[in-house]
């Protein structure tokens, strides 16, 4: 019974009925019990902050704070500020005291997201903090304790890194003591209607529309590969539905029919490594969606997709910092895909 209304609180938000899905409710509900650490590994936008939301709300912390920090997105002298706080006077913004991240976690939660992509020597601070679950303020030397536990997410292969001297042993070790995989959508692609639906429905919802899906709308997105997984079937389902000509989503009102799937384009077979062309061929199962009845797809024969131009992506880039990871997440790409387009427009990165 109480593990029945355990699940019924996670799934009011992490939607998805797949064997997958349902392995990892099973497991989150056990490692919600314990203070652990845990480590979320899946790609991006596979929802693994919604897992760590879910993980806090299910443990003995639920009342306590949750609080979200991406690694990713600032320097590590703003990363340590950030986390640990300073004094006043600490350094020349510093006009007043601030509380770190671990202090507001206090008896809560800490979700680290993109951990893989912190600097190795604050990769040391770090370590310290989680072993002894102390630390000091920037320009303090008082000590404080703080009972916080830690949730750490990455989308990068931790193991090459270690070998490659990128990430240290120990604290891949420190932090790698309970490891939940989150699945990419192709690998649950019996969730994607139930997903789907719950997106439009919010559409609608928030646009005062009754938009539905054609039965041959859910094949298209059924047969598509969502390189950037929930996120981007999201925001598939948004554009379409911005952009629908009648009360019912058709096959032909998505963006691969018209030659604009730009995150299926940059996904066959992964980020192509050939510069030769500024095209490249989209997936072929989003481009040319199977048909129940046997007709051709509706659609160009030869769907194109396009690496978005410099000036959308310098925009997009300025706009979030020069920080990759947001930039994607506006572009909805995924940070490999966005790298893969920096290269190839010859952008470089403006360090802030
Ligand atoms: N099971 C789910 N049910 C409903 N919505 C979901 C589910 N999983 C993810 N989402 C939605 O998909 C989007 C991406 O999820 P989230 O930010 O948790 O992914 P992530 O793996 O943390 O991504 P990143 O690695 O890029 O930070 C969010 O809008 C989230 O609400």
Known sequence: M?????????????????????????????????KTTVLLRGESGTGKELVAKAIHELSPRAKQPFIKVNCAALTETLLESDLFGHEKGAFTDAS?????RFEAADKGTLFLDEIGEISGSFQAKLLRVLQEQEFERVGSNHT?????????????????AVQRKEFRQDLYYRINVVTLRVP??????????LLAAQFLKNFN?????????APEAIEVLMNCEFPGNIRELENCVQRTAVLATGPSILRTDFA??????????????????SEKSTTIEPSAACAAPPVGD???????????????????????MEKCGWVQAKAARLLGLTPRQIGYVLRKRGIEIKRL
């Open 96 to 100: 007043s005291l601030r509380k770190g």
């Open 144 to 160: 404080i304790k703080v009972d916080v536990r830690v949730i750490a997410a990455t989308n990068r292969d931790l193991e090459t």
């Open 2 to 34: 109480g593990c029945q209304m355990e699940r019924k609180k996670i799934s009011k938000e992490m939607l998805g009925d797949s064997q997958a899905l349902r392995k990892l409710r099973e497991h989150l509900v056990k490692v919600a019990k314990a």
């Open 294 to 316: 046997g007709q051709a797809p509706i659609g160009p024969a030869t769907t194109r997709g396009r690496v978005p131009d410099a000036d959308t992506v310098i925009a997009a």
């Open 256 to 273: 691969c029919y018209a030659d604009q799937c730009l995150a299926a384009a940059l996904w066959k077979n992964g980020p192509p490594t």
């Open 184 to 193: 990419a959508l192709r690998e649950r692609r019996g969730d994607i209607p």
């Open 205 to 213: 919802t928030e646009n005062d529309h009754t938009l539905t899906f």
